[in-house]
DNA sequence: CTGTTAGCGCCTTCAT
DNA sequence: ATGAAGGCGCTAACAG
């Protein structure tokens, strides 16, 4: 394989017959948007013409050590291969590379200690920067590292955390969902979510119950809370449901609607006459027609956080007041 | 942020009244399982203790230059946030961290001007090796890396290349699963795919064909090639295929049988009375029970390209013959 | 505009 | 079992 040596920068400046500095400085110039050192015209075509004659390629570490800077960040998210999150991570790709930086992942499967685990393999790397995904129990593992590394929350973020965040308007966007909802005409609209102290899910709770109250269906209230992955709870519910003339119901994230819909087909029920959920999926738009659902502004949450991380990498008021965007959501229906 | 300067390795020997070397040397120790390089219990316990309270982390960068081993492995695939592939890139990305790699992805959306793009800054960033899916008319830009750094190919690969390869045996899967919808007492088969040079879909067509010639219904055999993406030209197909008695259609992607069934729900067709694609979903698991499908050996895949590629980088027979890995088909049959 | 001089932090012989 | 010395490839100050 690597039979041939590595072409070095000194093996460029010798066969351009200048000196290492000058091919750095026109390697430099090249890696921004030209200009930053001086070097005349004329040398520079030498150069670049000698590098690609030799096909070089400078050596990242070294570029890494001496200026201290490798140029990757990390993402500490639940699962890139869960639909939502694998959309975030192309999309934070993409934006990560606008500034000549990579990315490397790491999965915590919600589970705290994994994130843990994540997170300091990530700081060991000599990452420049993190963006992560909270899950439970992961508030007191991020704290300890915020003094060491710039990090950027996305998709959720926890009471105290004194660390710049994107999020989604949770509680509005089921306010929205719900109020969508009574202007079709439902009354009897139930919610199914999980009980948890993920900040984002209560807020989607929170927002369902603000909603039927205003509008005056308080009454109506009626909220469920079956068991992480309980097919069985969420089976009954939705049979019971069936046979009370419920005429929507409104599940809190993407897994539960599945399992909703499951239930549903699995039983033949055809009562409910209304189901949204907080996520798109190309499946939901074949089969499910105008179902009212939220949508989650994926390129936003990317386009936003690598920006907020970006800049407290390159330091500009580096120790300051974090910055916290809310996006605002968007209530969409699936093709009629 | 960083105003405490970074603890290095001299820190720790300083602090520890000991030379640089053990303390590298206890470092590498710790790296791998224990004793390569022979250091007293006594120093080792004490060099241990000053690092973790300084808190020290070897820096990465330094590492890699002087080893010349960034332990960095680059993926470049169509999509990541393409259900299949994040699934893939998930587990390449746990089966590379247990050899103490890490991964930096690169999408192509399936364009040979990206992917060239994607593996040249790869190679530039140092990665160790690389495991790319090649798209169409990648060919040569792959070919012109082999020589220059590791490289396995995953879910495809194309006649001539002589690289290591781990990819479903697709025309198997496409005849076992004509053979099981003939079980099924289906006569008439249809099959809906696209016109292309891909490897892949050429063969799960000819898998079709075989299959259905090898059952004697060779005069019942009928392809379809709608243009990538043309959804009228596929609800042209579905409509005719109801009009004339169609029991089954294959289709070749997961991408053509989302358009196909789409066609079906939009023109209230129930006709086709089976359904097969290539790959599953966790809707599909829901809406269509009992449909025949193929299963990617997902885990298998990942682990076998990773254990290729590490084989290479670790330079066994460096230059040697490829291995070609040609995983089984496993067809199954969403729930009942 | 160009060259010289120092290391960045670490690993690796080679001595002791 | 431990230490000294050299250098991986590159960039950042300075000089000219």
């Given at each position: 394989?690597?039979?041939?040596?590595?072409?070095?920068i000194?093996?460029?400046?010798r066969?351009a017959?200048?000196?290492?500095?000058?091919?750095?400085?026109?390697?430099?110039?090249?890696?921004?948007g030209?200009?930053?050192?001086?070097?005349?015209e004329e040398?520079?075509?030498?150069?670049?013409?000698?590098?690609?004659?030799?096909?070089?390629?400078?050596?990242?570490?070294a570029?890494?050590?001496?200026?201290?800077?490798?140029?990757?960040?990390?993402?500490?998210?639940?699962?890139?291969?869960?639909?939502?999150?694998?959309?975030?991570?192309?999309?934070?790709?993409?934006?990560?590379?606008?500034?000549?930086?990579?990315?490397?992942?790491?999965?915590?499967?919600e589970?705290?200690?994994?994130?843990?685990?994540?997170?300091?393999?990530?700081?060991?790397?000599?990452?420049?920067?993190?963006?992560?995904?909270?899950?439970?129990?992961?508030?007191?593992?991020?704290?300890s590292y915020?003094?060491?590394?710039?990090?950027?929350?996305?998709?959720?973020?926890?009471?105290?955390?004194?660390?710049?965040?994107?999020?989604?308007?949770?509680?509005?966007?089921?306010?929205?969902?719900?109020?969508?909802?009574?202007?079709?005409?439902?009354?009897?609209?139930?919610?199914?979510?999980?009980?948890t102290?993920?900040?984002?899910?209560?807020?989607?709770?929170?927002?369902?119950?603000?909603?039927?109250?205003k509008?005056?269906?308080?009454?109506?209230?009626?909220?469920?809370?079956?068991?992480y992955g309980?097919?069985?709870?969420?089976?009954?519910?939705?049979?019971?449901?069936?046979?009370?003339?419920?005429?929507?119901?409104?599940?809190?994230?993407?897994?539960?609607?599945?399992?909703?819909?499951?239930?549903?087909?699995?039983?033949?029920?055809?009562?409910?006459?209304?189901?949204?959920?907080?996520?798109?999926?190309?499946?939901?738009?074949?089969y499910e027609?105008?179902?009212?659902?939220?949508?989650?502004?994926?390129?936003?949450?990317?386009?936003?956080?690598?920006?907020?991380?970006?800049?407290?990498i390159?330091?500009?008021?580096?120790?300051s007041?974090?910055?916290?965007?809310?996006?605002p959501p968007?209530?969409e229906?699936?093709?009629?």
């Open positions: 394989m690597n039979t041939e040596k590595k072409v070095t000194n093996d460029i400046a066969e017959g200048v000196s290492r500095t000058l091919v750095s400085s026109v390697l430099c110039n090249m890696q921004l030209e200009k930053r050192y001086r070097v005349s040398t520079t075509q030498k150069i670049k013409e000698v590098m690609a004659k030799y096909d070089y390629h400078p050596n990242n570490s570029r890494a050590l001496r200026s201290g800077n490798n140029r990757i960040i990390g993402v500490v998210l639940s699962d890139i291969s869960n639909r939502f999150f694998a959309e975030v991570s192309r999309n934070i790709e993409d934006w990560t590379n606008k500034y000549g930086y990579m990315v490397i992942f790491s999965n915590t499967d589970n705290a200690g994994k994130l843990a685990e994540g997170v300091e393999l990530l700081y060991s790397r000599g990452v420049q920067g993190l963006i992560i995904v909270p899950c439970l129990h992961s508030e007191k593992i991020i704290d915020k003094s060491k590394i710039p990090i950027v929350l996305l998709d959720r973020d926890y009471a105290g955390s004194e660390l710049c965040s994107v999020v989604l308007d949770n509680k509005k966007s089921a306010s929205e969902l719900t109020g969508r909802l009574i202007e079709r005409g439902h009354r009897n609209i139930e919610f199914v979510s999980y009980s102290t993920l900040k984002n899910i209560i807020e989607r709770e929170d927002g369902y119950r603000s909603e039927m109250r509008s005056g269906l308080e009454t109506n209230i009626k909220v469920h809370h079956p068991e309980n097919y069985g709870q969420v089976e009954e519910i939705i049979l019971h449901a069936a046979g009370n003339g419920t005429e929507a119901i409104i599940f809190a994230t993407y897994h539960l609607a599945l399992l909703g819909r499951r239930a549903m087909i699995h039983n033949n029920i055809k009562v409910p006459c209304a189901f949204a959920c907080f996520n798109n999926s190309d499946t939901f738009d074949i027609r105008g179902m009212l659902y939220v949508k989650q502004p994926i390129e936003k949450f990317a386009k936003h956080a690598v920006e907020l991380l970006m800049k407290r390159s330091g500009e008021k580096a120790g007041e974090c910055e916290k965007i809310v996006l968007e209530i229906t699936t093709e009629i």
